[in-house]
């Protein structure tokens, strides 16, 4: 752009001085015709850095998915293929052999309906308990009922016998009636013991129901979230054993790519964090450029930003700032027992990155991730004098076309 102002300004010179000969050409218009273009470039390319600040250092980054195994087996299967294969979210990724899962869910299911059919018939059991218990106690209660009326008959009988006692030492009696109410008194007092002994076997056979009904609570154990504890723990095996079946096959977690895909059937995944299969780059990805520090002061998330790539020559991309990354690692001081080092505060500025977004009408455009290129900011600023950025970086965009290498 500097080289097309420059040829313009020399046409017009060549015009006035030259050509119409408008203005003589001595010493002091010679000198006027070279120090007018150089201060007035300079001053353009100064604002133009402030109002309009590019980067040459620009970069597209890819987050990467590592993907881990969470069982460990046999590969059986990759279905996928490798070389920027674009890869739905939800897509098989590989498949395990689920052989040793499938036989660890058939025994646990298999657990689970013992288990269950042993829950009730240890709750049968307790009904059985609580039933005795209820039979006891109404042997009890009809025991307490005939000790009563037993009781109620001696004290009549006992009052008998003392009346017909008395009767007899006063002549008014006969012996045999005192003898038959003797009788009556002794075989009243036998049903009483009777009853006694009943009320005592009908106890006993409470304590045992009770001791019984204890046993059998024992059996079947405390409860969780209203299940008893041994079918409760036997599901929960089998829950995870069926994770782990379906772990089996590993879905791709986002639509990504896969770049480099070394995982063959045949071969052996663990369950270890630090061992990926397969790692995919994302679709989606961030722009980033570096600037100097003194370019950023005008500007402000929003601005409207331009992207040349290597990777696209002859193409602008267009975006957004998205934020200015107002850190470095220059400014970090990392906790320690030490003192820092005069030499850290004495380093060379670094840059501050700025993060964009790309608009929406190439949202749809592939950006390779590493791909590297230049970007310029149009700020609030000198929008005049836009366009010379837009022309610089459009021009630079099809000199990307050149290849300079001899071989």
């Avoid at 209820?134 to 009922?145: L, P, V, Y």
């Avoid at 016998?161 to 009696?173: H, I």
């Amino acid at each position: 752009m500097e080289v097309l102002l420059l040829g313009i300004y020399s046409v017009f010179v060549w015009l006035i001085f030259i050509k119409f000969k408008w203005l003589p050409w001595n010493i002091y218009s010679q000198v006027t015709v070279v120090v007018i273009p150089i201060v007035a470039l300079t001053a353009l390319i100064l604002t133009l850095n402030v109002v309009a600040p590019s980067s040459s250092d620009l970069r597209v980054f890819r987050y990467t998915v590592p993907i881990v195994s969470q069982v460990r087996g046999r590969v059986l299967e990759v279905p996928i293929e490798e070389g920027n294969r674009p890869v739905k979210k939800g897509d098989i990724l590989f498949r395990i052999d689920p052989t040793p899962y499938q036989q660890q869910v058939n025994t646990l299911k298999a657990q689970l309906a013992s288990a269950i059919g042993g829950q009730k018939e240890v709750e049968e059991q307790l009904k059985g308990a609580e039933a005795k218990i209820s039979e006891a106690r109404g042997s009890i209660a009809q025991a307490a009922a005939r000790i009563s009326e037993v009781n109620a008959k001696l004290a009549l009988a006992e009052k008998r016998v003392a009346q017909y006692r008395e009767l007899v030492n006063t002549g008014a009696g006969t012996r045999f009636d005192l003898e038959q109410a003797e009788a009556s008194l002794a075989e009243i007092t036998g049903q009483l013991e009777s009853a006694r002994s009943a009320e005592a076997q009908a106890r006993a056979a409470e304590g045992q129901a009770v001791a019984g009904r204890g046993q059998v609570l024992q059996r079947l154990g405390a409860k969780s979230d209203g299940e008893y504890a041994q079918v409760a723990q036997i599901r929960a095996q089998l829950e995870n054993a069926e994770w782990e079946l379906d772990q089996t096959t590993t879905r791709s977690p986002c639509d990504c790519y896969v770049v480099n895909l070394q995982l063959r059937p045949g071969g052996f995944v663990a369950a270890l964090p630090v061992a990926p299969v397969v790692t995919l780059v994302e679709t989606t990805g961030s722009v980033v450029a570096l600037f100097n520090q003194n370019e950023l002061h005008q500007v402000a998330p929003g601005n409207e930003a331009e992207f040349a790539l290597l990777t696209l020559p002859g193409r602008i991309i267009k975006g957004k700032v998205n934020s200015v990354i107002w850190a470095s690692g220059a400014g970090q001081l990392t906790p320690s027992g030490s003192v820092p080092m005069t030499g850290v505060l004495t380093a060379p500025a670094q840059r501050f990155a700025v993060k964009f977004d790309v608009a929406d009408r190439d949202k749809d455009q592939f950006l390779a991730a590493g791909a590297a290129g230049a970007a310029a900011i149009y700020t609030e600023h000198g929008e005049a004098i836009h366009i010379l950025r837009k022309v610089i970086i459009r021009v630079g965009s099809y000199l990307n076309y050149l290849v300079l290498k001899l071989h």
